[in-house]
């Protein structure tokens, strides 16, 4: 496989882990514009304890995963208290302060970034990706996660049939900071380096777009959009610096055309195979 | 009545208020659902009915009083936690998930009896003979609902759509289900057909309490009425006296303005 293919596979992988840190938390009615500040824990407690340990890498994977996964469950307390914008905004301030603080802190390298002693091969990150994608499609076909996208629906009715709305987007919070944080991990072991201005604010924007683009109502969706995202702009390579542009309008045209994202449950359900069948099923009166 | 007066009656309000700004739209209501009693609620626009739907569900708190189910207060219980002590409700305007499907939408009303963590994380979606989807279709085909379970449910008729929300309330398996307006924009054919559902469900103990417009559809359903006017209890008994209660009649019609001299005539 030459460098650059495997190159783009990795980012397709990283990416995709990354979308579906924000879809679980999208599916539960919230949205997320700090998936950069989860990435970045990630990375840098990978990085941390890459350097500072040399333990393996099939623990420092885990351990940077659940430090996330603890930081969104944290975090999910305070900014689950506020709704709609006020979120967004919360979220926002959440990815700004974590790369405020790494920015800063000499443990962390401050603005040179850390250097990561470890490397990830390519099967790795793939393995890790088709985990990431199984679990999430998991989660979407269990009850918790029907209970998930009943509170994106309808919150208050959600309520009133006994659902625990907190409850709920605190888990949502928490697995949805596991899959960010692992992106982050396998970023950092990528690369072999980390630098605080990379988790910035355009990048949580951009794994919101993947989310959005693609589809939140079902698991397809981030697959969708992370290969949209990842794969069009290097097919826009040849256009040279008219691809932003390009790609801009192509965003404005989908957002036009398919609100609810590239990848919608309606789609799926006349994809299905089953579909047909189904239907010539009840048509036959079952 | 007698027989009523025995049993701890479902569902009792005391005392229950509830202000908006200064204005008292549930003012010291009080009355008592009997254990199985098909009760209708009703009242002019503007009443309160709907307000004393959310007071009971638990939507609002409310200001002073008391609400309790089969004894046990319930009006300091979060909504999810009134579902677990036993009751259901559906709502005015059709509040079914757009995005889920109606097996979904159905599912997701037995989600009080299926909050273990087992039940949460067990994948629901890909067990098609799992005992919660076979009751979930068992309660459509019961309640006439002839669809395709995997449909999405933005798509379906209004009186459809009406009747999955009657069966996903029922799915917790509630002591006293609460309906507001479930006859509401449906046809006669259909509101007859929800009327003798409802009668086939309320097993034995099930307490109803209905907020209706349509006279003939709580005639035919309950027993026993309690108007509201002006967030004030004007009338609780039998059914079948409500329409011959002056105090109800001058609610709905308006009261015949006396003039002075028409007042001296009478005297």
């Known amino acids: 496989m030459s460098g650059y293919l495997s190159g783009t596979l990795a980012i397709l992988c990283i990416n995709l882990i990354f979308a579906y840190g924000i879809f679980i938390t999208a599916v539960a009615g919230q949205i997320n514009l700090g998936g950069a500040g989860f990435q970045a824990i990630g990375a840098y407690a990978t990085a941390w304890l890459a350097s500072q340990s040399g333990a393996p890498m099939w623990v420092i994977i885990p351990a940077a995963t659940l430090i996330s996964a603890l930081v969104g469950f944290l975090i999910s307390l305070p900014v689950l208290r506020t709704r709609g914008v006020y979120m967004v905004l919360a979220t926002f301030a959440f990815g700004e302060v974590v790369a405020g603080f790494l920015l800063r802190s000499e443990i962390f390298g401050g603005a040179i970034g850390m250097v990561v002693p470890q490397h990830a091969e390519l099967w790795v990150l793939i393995a890790s990706a088709v985990m990431t994608t199984l679990a999430a ?15 994106n629906d309808d919150e208050d009715a959600a309520t009133v049939l006994g659902v625990n709305a907190r409850a709920v987007q605190v888990a949502a919070f928490t697995i949805g900071g596991a899959f960010a944080g692992l992106s982050g991990a396998l970023y950092a072991l990528n690369f072999g380096f980390v630098e605080a201005q990379y988790f910035n604010a355009l990048l949580s924007i951009y794994v919101l777009l993947f989310v959005l683009i693609g589809g939140a109502q079902t698991a397809w969706g981030p697959l969708a959009g992370s290969l949209f995202f990842t794969i069009l702009p290097e097919l826009f390579r040849v256009g040279g610096s008219w691809r932003y542009f390009v790609f801009g309008v192509l965003i404005v045209l989908m957002m036009m055309v398919r609100p609810e994202g590239i990848v919608t449950r309606d789609l799926v359900r006349r994809l299905s195979p089953f579909a047909w069948w189904r239907r010539a099923g009840v048509a036959h009166g079952r | 009545m007698d ?4 049993a701890e009656p479902a569902l009792v309000l005391r005392g229950v208020t509830k202000r908006f700004g200064g204005l008292a739209v549930c003012d010291d209501i009080g009355f008592a659902v009997p254990t ?5 609620l009703i009242g002019p626009n503007g009443a309160g009915k709907t307000t004393l739907f959310n007071l009971i569900s638990g939507v609002y708190a409310i200001d002073s009083g008391s609400i309790s189910l089969q004894g046990q207060p319930i009006h300091d219980l979060p909504p999810r936690r009134r579902v677990r002590a036993g009751l259901s409700r559906s709502f005015q305007n059709i509040r079914l998930m757009p995005h889920l499907s109606v097996i979904e939408n159905i599912m997701l009303g037995q989600h009080t009896l299926a909050s273990d ?16 989807r076979k009751q979930a279709e068992d309660s459509m085909h019961r309640a006439g609902i002839d669809v395709d379970p995997d449909a999405a449910v933005s798509g379906l008729p209004y009186g459809l759509r009406k009747k999955i929300e009657v069966v996903r309330a029922l799915m917790s398996r509630p002591r006293v289900l609460i309906l507001d307006e479930p006859a509401a924009g449906l046809n006669p054919r259909e509101t007859a057909e929800l009327s003798n559902f409802l009668r086939s469900v309320a097993w034995d103990g099930l307490t109803l309490l209905v907020v209706e417009h349509d006279m003939s559809f709580v005639h035919d359903l309950c027993d026993r009425t309690v108007v509201l006017n002006f967030g004030r209890l004007i009338y609780d008994g039998p059914t079948p006296g409500v329409q011959e209660n002056q105090e109800v009649r001058e609610a709905y019609l308006g009261s015949r303005r006396v003039t ?8």
């Open chain 2, 260 to 267: 002075k001299k028409e007042a001296g005539r009478v005297a």
């Open chain 2, 117 to 132: 963590i087992g039940s949460l994380l067990s994948p629901l979606a890909w067990q098609r003979n799992s005992p919660w």
């Open chain 2, 3 to 6: 027989a009523d007066m025995d």
């Open chain 1, 137 to 151: 499609f998991y989660l979407m076909a269990t009850r918790l996660g029907l209970a998930m996208r009943s509170l």
């Open chain 2, 36 to 40: 199985g009693a098909r009760m209708a």
